[in-house]
T-cell receptor, first 105, second 116 residues
Framework: KNEVEQSPQNLTAQEGEFITINCSYS?????LHWLQQHPGGGIVSLFM???GKKKHGRLIATINIQEKHSSLHITASHPRDSAVYIC???????FGTGTRLQVFP | EAGVAQSPRYKIIEKRQSVAFWCNPI?????LYWYQQILGQGPKLLIQ????????DSQLPKDRFSAERLKGVDSTLKIQPAKLEDSAVYLC??????????????FGPGTRLTVL
């Protein structure tokens, strides 16, 4: 069993839909990092959080340390949100395999 | 502010050849990371530097991979000799870092290595 698991692996949505991507982990952590990877490989940091919830524009990230679970939500999804979303736990720097999101107009 | 720079962007070599990748982190970032990302997988940490010292190289295949960060700024990652399974994207990232702090990482564009 992987120490960091993401679900779903693949996700398709219509523009405007509410998206949820999940990340579960089995190790004790200090923080969790959500990243976005576009075709071509560039990785962009979205959030780093150790408790509660963070919001940036249409993106919301939540974490429950006791349940060892984090979610990334995208409200009013748009085709430009199409990318691979990856979570990583710290301090171990173990990454999930990513969730590939495609948003269609 | 300039981002993390990596070169080359692409490299094709034959197995048993040697290859080197270069990374220039964001100015002032003490911590530098090298990751290997195989197609369809998440990045895997190879080595983490704090200034010019190694923090974690437990997943670095030391029989063929080596890395250095002289003067605590630029870093090079070398593979010698390369194997087919080394085909991957090699990502460099940096963060402000500091003992006990877990800072947001900024990633470079990566070097895509193909070993034939």
């Amino acid at each position: 069993k992987n120490e960091v698991e993401q679900s779903p692996q693949n996700l398709t949505a219509q523009e405007g839909e509410f998206i949820t991507i999940n990340c579960s982990y089995s190790v004790g952590i200090s923080a969790l990092h959500w990243l976005q990877q576009h075709p071509g490989g560039g990785i962009v940091s979205l959030f780093m959080l150790s408790s509660g919830k963070k919001k940036h524009g249409r993106l919301i990230a939540t974490i429950n340390i006791q349940e060892k679970h984090s979610s990334l939500h995208i409200t009013a999804s748009h085709p430009r949100d199409s990318a691979v979303y990856i979570c990583a736990v710290l301090p171990q720097l173990i990454f999930g395999t990513g969730t590939r999101l495609q948003v269609f107009p | 502010e300039a981002g993390v720079a990596q070169s080359p962007r692409y490299k094709i070599i034959e197995k048993r050849q040697s290859v080197a990748f270069w990374c220039n982190p964001i100015s002032g970032h003490a911590t530098l990371y090298w990751y290997q990302q195989i197609l369809g997988q998440g990045p895997k940490l190879l080595i983490q530097f704090q200034n010019n010292g190694v923090v974690d190289d437990s997943q670095l295949p030391k029989d063929r991979f080596s890395a250095e960060r002289l003067k605590g700024v630029d870093s090079t990652l070398k593979i010698q000799p390369a194997k087919l399974e080394d085909s991957a994207v090699y990502l460099c990232a940096s963060s402000l870092g500091g003992s006990g702090s877990y800072n947001e990482q900024f990633f470079g564009p990566g070097t895509r290595l193909t070993v034939l």
